[in-house]
């Protein structure tokens, strides 16, 4: 049994690390990139932290808040990253703009609108929607009692009967589960 499961962990971690020409040429590129650009590579990596976490802290297969604190959080890095390439692209200055605490202000604080953005879009959107459910909840409300005013009880009665309907029929559900 041990012997099986080894052997799934093996073949797992070679489907993993398995790349195809294409991919093997981006990222050698994406390396040699990385070095012909040193500073900005750590300018960046430092700046993205924030994406990383969000990346690999999200549950969801779609992994959009990554995406979301991702954008915001590049948006903030590169204001860094353009004043890195203005002034002077050198080793020194880019290890200046890393020490200086405003730059890690401008480009976490983007990070964190984008988690606010994550967070707080869905909460608002589902308190807009109760909203606009009660709203229409009551103007069902408020019509029922017309028609009731103009048509009389009997429509009332139906409703009460309908109600006593689904109490008998949803306590005789729970009868034969129990």
């Given at each position: 049994?041990?012997?099986?499961?080894?052997?799934?962990?093996?073949?797992?971690?070679?489907?993993?690390?398995?790349?195809?020409?294409?991919?093997?040429?981006?990222?050698?590129?994406?390396?040699?990139?990385?070095?012909?650009?040193?500073?900005?590579?750590?300018?960046?990596?430092?700046?993205?932290?924030?994406?990383?976490?969000?990346?690999?802290?999200?549950?969801?297969?779609?992994?959009?808040?990554?995406?979301?604190?991702?954008?915001?959080?590049?948006?903030?890095?590169?204001?860094?990253?353009?004043?890195?390439?203005?002034?002077?692209?050198?080793?020194?200055?880019?290890?200046?703009?890393?020490?200086?605490?405003?730059?890690?202000?401008?480009?976490?604080?983007?990070?964190?609108?984008?988690?606010?953005?994550?967070?707080?879009?869905?909460?608002?959107?589902?308190?807009?929607?109760?909203?606009?459910?009660?709203?229409?909840?009551?103007?069902?409300?408020q019509t029922r009692a017309d028609l009731i005013k103009e048509w009389g009880a009997e429509l009332n009665r139906i409703e009460v009967e309908r109600r006593e309907a689904r109490e008998a029929e949803?306590?005789?559900?729970?009868?034969?589960?129990?």
């Amino acid at each position: 049994m041990a012997k099986k499961a080894k052997k799934a962990r093996r073949k797992q971690s070679k489907k993993l690390f398995k790349m195809t020409p294409s991919q093997l040429l981006l990222a050698l590129s994406f390396a040699a990139a990385g070095l012909a650009f040193y500073p900005t590579t750590m300018v960046v990596i430092c700046g993205m932290l924030p994406t990383l976490v969000a990346y690999f802290t999200d549950d969801s297969e779609s992994k959009l808040g990554g995406i979301t604190v991702g954008a915001l959080n590049a948006s903030g890095t590169l204001m860094v990253v353009m004043n890195l390439f203005i002034k002077d692209h050198s080793y020194q200055h880019a290890l200046a703009l890393i020490s200086d605490p405003f730059n890690w202000l401008i480009m976490y604080s983007t990070a964190a609108f984008g988690w606010a953005i994550w967070l707080g879009v869905p909460k608002f959107y589902a308190y807009l929607s109760v909203v606009a459910a009660e709203k229409r909840l009551k103007v069902l409300r408020q019509t029922r009692a017309d028609l009731i005013k103009e048509w009389g009880a009997e429509l009332n009665r139906i409703e009460v009967e309908r109600r006593e309907a689904r109490e008998a029929e949803a306590q005789a559900r729970a009868e034969r589960e129990q």
